[in-house]
């Protein structure tokens, strides 16, 4: 669950891509018990957050502790069922025109690229 990097904690967090698309309250272990994390809207797989002072102590400074490093790891859904891909293409058609998809801006980049 936890991995120590010196007096920091990290900790992955798996989130839907539904929460982390739309923002979400989370619960996030600790070394200390559970506590609640707001995620904003459109966060995506890889992003960090840091809980201060829930890492580990800092035997050099009395008192002190590191932080702990959340990083968010969006599920992608599996066993989707035919009214979903049907709900998630239509979805992806209204991204496309909406024109701010990093993946059709990279896909336009690759094409100019070979052009």
């Given at each position: 669950l936890f991995e120590r990097?010196?007096?920091a904690i990290i900790c992955d967090l798996?989130?839907?891509m539904i929460d982390a698309a739309l923002g979400a309250k989370l619960d996030v272990p600790t070394v200390d018990g559970v506590v609640k994390m707001s995620i904003p809207a459109g966060s995506q797989s890889g992003t960090l957050f840091r809980l201060k002072?829930?890492?580990a102590p800092d035997l050099?400074?009395?008192g002190s502790r590191g932080d702990q490093i959340v990083r968010l790891q969006v599920e992608t859904?599996?066993?989707v069922t035919r009214k979903q891909k049907?709900?998630?293409r239509s979805?992806?058609?209204m991204q496309k025109k909406?024109?701010?998809s990093l993946v059709s801006g990279f896909a336009d980049k690759v094409r100019e690229l070979y052009d």
């Open positions: 990097d010196g007096t798996p989130v839907s002072n829930r890492g050099r400074r009395r859904p599996t066993g049907e709900l998630l979805f992806d058609e909406k024109g701010d």
